[in-house]
C-alpha cells in the first residue's frame, strides 16, 4: 500500500527528526492512526517530498525520522481555471475535481448568471472571503488525497471586469469552454504558451456581454465534447483532454 501524504510547512533533511504536530499531527495519530515504524510522506504542497519513519505517536503528534527527500518539478503546461461559482451544494465539488484532474491555480469568477452570489449585499467581502477560504481548504485536503505535489493556488474572487483585466496582463492561452463554438476542444493549439487558462461558466452560461468582452482579449471559445457539461465537471473533463494533448501526464505518483 502506498504511504499516506501529510502537509507540512516545511520538511526535514534525510537522516533528521520531525514532529509532524498540528492538524495534520492530529489526523496522523487518531485517524490514521499511524503506529511506530510505519512509513509516510511528507508534502510541502510546493513540489517537495519526505519520506519518513514514525518513531514515536502519541494523541496530537507523531515523531517522524526522514530517510530521503525530492522534489517533483511542476507540470508543463500549467493550467489556471477561471471558473464561475457554482450553486452552493456544487461549489466545493468543482474545486475537489478540478484539484484531483491537476490543476495549477483556481480563480473565482463572479459571473453575470452566478446563483451563487458573494459579492455585494450586507457582507459581501466577508461573504467572498469565507468563500475563498473554504476554496482553499478543499484544495488542500483534495491535493492530499491526491498525493500531489503541488497544492492548486485558490486566488481571490473577481468580477468580470477584473477577470478581463488580468487575463489582459497575463502571457497564456486562454480558452473558453462554450457550447456555442464551432471550434472542438481537440483543435486548440495548447503548443503556443507556457499557460494555459480554462474559463468555466455558471449553471446560466456565459452571457453575451462577457463573451465578447473575453473574446475581445484574445480568449478563444471552443466546444468540450457534445454534451453540455455541469459547471462543477467540465474543468475536470479538459484537464483529462489536456494530459492526453500535452505533457502533463508525463509524471508518476509520489513512491
Given at each position: 500500500?502506498?504511504?499516506?501524504?501529510?502537509?507540512?510547512?516545511?520538511?526535514?533533511?534525510?537522516?533528521?527528526?520531525?514532529?509532524l504536530g498540528g492538524d495534520e499531527g492530529r489526523?496522523?495519530?487518531?485517524?490514521?492512526?499511524?503506529?511506530?515504524?510505519?512509513?509516510?510522506?511528507?508534502?510541502?504542497?510546493?513540489?517537495?517530498?519526505?519520506?519518513?519513519?514514525?518513531?514515536?505517536?502519541?494523541?496530537?503528534?507523531?515523531?517522524?525520522?526522514?530517510?530521503?527527500?525530492?522534489?517533483?518539478?511542476?507540470?508543463?503546461?500549467?493550467?489556471?481555471?477561471?471558473?464561475?461559482?457554482?450553486?452552493?451544494?456544487?461549489?466545493?465539488?468543482?474545486?475537489?475535481?478540478?484539484?484531483?484532474?491537476?490543476?495549477?491555480?483556481?480563480?473565482?469568477?463572479?459571473?453575470?448568471?452566478?446563483?451563487?452570489?458573494?459579492?455585494?449585499?450586507?457582507?459581501?467581502?466577508?461573504?467572498?472571503?469565507?468563500?475563498?477560504?473554504r476554496w482553499r481548504a478543499v484544495a488542500r485536503?483534495?491535493?492530499?488525497?491526491?498525493?500531489?505535489?503541488?497544492?492548486?493556488?485558490?486566488?481571490?474572487?473577481?468580477?468580470?471586469?477584473?477577470?478581463?483585466?488580468?487575463?489582459?496582463?497575463?502571457?497564456?492561452?486562454?480558452?473558453?469552454?462554450?457550447?456555442?463554438?464551432?471550434?472542438?476542444?481537440?483543435?486548440?493549439?495548447?503548443?503556443?504558451?507556457?499557460?494555459?487558462?480554462?474559463?468555466?461558466?455558471?449553471?446560466?452560461?456565459?452571457?453575451?456581454?462577457?463573451?465578447?468582452?473575453?473574446?475581445?482579449?484574445?480568449?478563444?471559445?471552443?466546444?468540450?465534447?457534445?454534451?453540455?457539461l455541469r459547471t462543477s465537471t467540465a474543468a475536470?473533463?479538459?484537464?483529462?483532454?489536456?494530459?492526453?494533448?500535452?505533457?502533463?501526464?508525463?509524471?508518476?505518483?509520489?513512491?
Amino acid at each position: 500500500m502506498a504511504a499516506t501524504v501529510f502537509l507540512a510547512d516545511t520538511l526535514p533533511a534525510p537522516g533528521r527528526d520531525y514532529l509532524l504536530g498540528g492538524d495534520e499531527g492530529r489526523h496522523a495519530a487518531t485517524v490514521r492512526r499511524v503506529r511506530v515504524g510505519e512509513e509516510l510522506v511528507l508534502s510541502d504542497g510546493a513540489g517537495g517530498f519526505a519520506r519518513c519513519t514514525a518513531t514515536a505517536v502519541d494523541k496530537s503528534s507523531v515523531e517522524l525520522n526522514c530517510t530521503r527527500t525530492w522534489t517533483v518539478p511542476p507540470a508543463s503546461p500549467q493550467v489556471v481555471l477561471v471558473q464561475a461559482l457554482p450553486k452552493s451544494d456544487r461549489s466545493e465539488l468543482a474545486v475537489e475535481l478540478a484539484t484531483e484532474a491537476g490543476i495549477d491555480a483556481i480563480i473565482p469568477w463572479q459571473a453575470a448568471r452566478c446563483v451563487s452570489r458573494w459579492d455585494g449585499g450586507k457582507g459581501g467581502s466577508s461573504k467572498a472571503d469565507k468563500g475563498v477560504a473554504r476554496w482553499r481548504a478543499v484544495a488542500r485536503a483534495a491535493a492530499k488525497q491526491a498525493r500531489r505535489a503541488y497544492v492548486p493556488q485558490i486566488h481571490d474572487l473577481v468580477t468580470t471586469r477584473e477577470l478581463v483585466s488580468l487575463l489582459t496582463s497575463m502571457d497564456a492561452n486562454v480558452v473558453v469552454l462554450h457550447e456555442g463554438s464551432a471550434v472542438p476542444f481537440g483543435e486548440v493549439d495548447f503548443s503556443v504558451t507556457r499557460t494555459v487558462v480554462i474559463v468555466v461558466g455558471p449553471e446560466g452560461g456565459i452571457s453575451p456581454e462577457e463573451l465578447d468582452a473575453l473574446v475581445g482579449v484574445g480568449a478563444q471559445p471552443a466546444l468540450l465534447g457534445p454534451t453540455v457539461l455541469r459547471t462543477s465537471t467540465a474543468a475536470a473533463v479538459a484537464l483529462g483532454a489536456l494530459g492526453v494533448m500535452t505533457n502533463r501526464w508525463s509524471g508518476t505518483p509520489p513512491d
